[in-house]
């Protein structure tokens, strides 16, 4: 089972209402449940990047370097070898931002979320549609080549316009809580 997955089934089990089961029962485990959530997302992440480096690596062999015979590479050629660094670099721009993403400030804050059903209803299904979209960008990357990276750069940008919206989201319901 992928970490995504794991996500997404810790997240379905917390909006279970049959189940009496309180994953906010302390500071400590809202704490580790959120490094997890961070964690298993910046991972699915990481490997994204990884595949579009290692395409963007295999593009940079097909351009080679420049020759006296030769001494520009072909436009197209070096526009995809932009996009697929563009690519890896933006995930891994994402990883960074998914680790750095913000937290509570301290445990009155984090009573607040638990004490609040609403809040703490909308916090886990901001972070379901994090694992959701993560799992697309890292299933998406699974099947690039050269032959259909175009297709997959497009979806990667919608994608990645997804995982920003759910970002700031999560960050807006986190920084607006009263302490």
């Known amino acids: 089972m992928e970490r995504h997955e794991q996500i997404a089934q810790v997240a379905l089990k917390f909006l279970n209402e049959s189940r009496d089961i309180n994953p906010?029962?302390?500071?400590?485990?809202?704490?580790?449940?959120d490094h997890v959530i961070r964690n298993?997302?910046?991972d699915g992440l990481a490997r994204a990047a990884g595949v579009w480096r290692s395409l963007y690596q295999r593009q940079s062999?097909?351009?080679g370097v420049p020759t006296r015979d030769r001494p520009f590479p072909d436009a197209q050629q070096m526009a995809l070898l932009r996009e697929y660094k563009r690519a890896a670099d933006t995930l891994?721009?994402?990883v960074s931002r998914i680790h750095a993403l913000p937290a509570p400030a301290n445990?009155?804050?984090?009573?607040r979320i638990r004490d609040n059903d609403q809040l703490l209803e909308l916090l886990i299904a901001t972070d379901y549609q994090l694992a959701t979209i993560a799992d697309g960008i890292d299933h998406a990357a699974d099947g690039v080549a050269i032959a259909n990276a175009a297709e997959s750069l497009a979806l990667l940008d919608a994608k990645m316009a997804e995982?920003?919206?759910?970002v700031t989201e999560r960050s807006r319901l986190l920084t607006h809580i009263p302490v």
């Open 92 to 94: 891994s721009e994402w």
């Open 107 to 111: 445990d009155r804050v984090y009573h």
């Open 163 to 166: 995982l920003e919206a759910q």
């Open 24 to 33: 906010y029962a302390s500071s400590d485990s809202m704490r580790a449940l």
């Open 61 to 63: 062999r097909v351009v």
């Open 40 to 42: 298993g997302l910046a």
